[in-house]
């Protein structure tokens, strides 16, 4: 009797643990199939981001599709920066740690922050879309 008492938390917790790894493969799985849609896109566990041509749309992993999503033109970009632990930092300067986003400035005046766990994923991010919207920049 005591050793079932024993292995009752381990069960409880082992089924916990496939729990949690079943929903973040759905959640992988409904990523998947939205990013077919784009020429680029991400995953992780803050937000998933697509670009195609010169539309960046993102929003919050969910097991269905991805939630709370919105798109935006690099046409209406103003400017675009990496942000690490609220300092806005050069992508090539990027420290290994710390809260990381990259930050757009509409021409509107709206701010949008899109966060990442790596900021060395972050700091390309951050480099080819900078050169995506000079690209699109009038000259």
Do not use: C
């Amino acid at each position: 009797m005591e050793r079932g008492l024993i292995w009752l938390p381990l069960l409880a917790l082992f089924i916990g643990l496939a729990w949690a790894g079943w929903n973040e493969y759905q959640k992988v799985e409904a990523y998947r199939h939205w990013a077919e849609q784009f020429d680029r896109a991400k995953y992780d566990v803050y937000a998933v981001l697509g670009q195609k041509d010169d539309t960046i749309t993102w929003g919050k992993p969910s097991r269905g599709s991805p939630q709370l999503v919105e798109s935006f033109s690099i046409n209406e970009v103003s400017e675009i920066q990496l942000q690490v632990n609220g300092d806005f930092v050069s992508p090539q300067q990027a420290p290994s740690q710390g809260k990381v986003n990259i930050h757009f400035t509409l021409n509107n005046g709206k701010n949008i922050e899109i966060p990442f766990t790596q900021s060395s994923l972050a700091a390309q991010w951050t480099e080819k879309l900078q050169e995506l919207a000079y690209h699109n920049s009038p000259k």
